[in-house]
């Protein structure tokens, strides 16, 4: 089974495609909760228009081969995948700042200033598309730094505490 998250023009959709051995002929394919029945071409010229039916609908699409676009007949639309088996990565940083690896919501704070922590140690939990990411620290040291507060929106690279 395929799991991922995808953004279309920043708006979350958590798909999952059982059964996909490829990405052609018909799939099953739940899509934030919903059932959908889903015939889908094999694609022999890459960004070129394609017909796929979703629950006996016909849409024609076009999808860029490095999926960061859909094309369909209400414009183009900006695309993010996330493969969900994979592990989320925190963005390198270079030192001990921790940033938000995706958009979403602070659920939780496990540490405070002036607490010594492990590396791998959780710092926080990061709500995002219904689920939680768990965020730890990038190396040994004391939280110095704590902007996350339980509740907080943050966005993509924003910092949320310091390990020194």
Same mark, same amino acid.
């Given at each position: 089974m395929i799991k991922v998250n995808v953004l +279309?023009?920043?708006r979350p959709f958590q798909v999952d495609v059982a059964g996909a051995s490829?990405?052609?002929g018909a799939l099953a394919i739940t899509c934030n909760g919903e059932?959908?029945?889903v015939t889908a071409?094999?694609?022999t010229q890459p960004?070129?228009?394609e017909w796929i039916i979703v629950n006996g609908r016909p849409y024609? +699409?076009?999808v860029d081969t490095n999926l960061r676009w859909i094309k369909?007949?209400?414009?183009?639309h900006r695309v993010e995948v996330q493969d969900r088996s994979a592990a989320i990565v925190r963005p390198v940083s270079g030192d001990g700042r921790i940033k938000a690896p995706i958009p979403g919501l602070i659920t939780r704070v496990m540490v405070q200033p002036g607490d010594q922590v492990e590396v791998g140690q959780p710092v926080l939990l990061l709500e995002a598309m219904?689920?939680?990411n768990e965020i730890v620290a990038p190396r040994a040291g004391s939280v110095l730094r704590l902007s996350a507060l339980p509740g907080k929106s943050v966005i993509l690279n924003e910092e949320l505490a310091e390990i020194g």
């Open positions: +279309i023009d920043g490829g990405v052609a059932t959908l029945d071409p094999a694609v960004d070129q228009m024609e +699409i076009a369909s007949s209400d414009g183009m219904k689920m939680e």
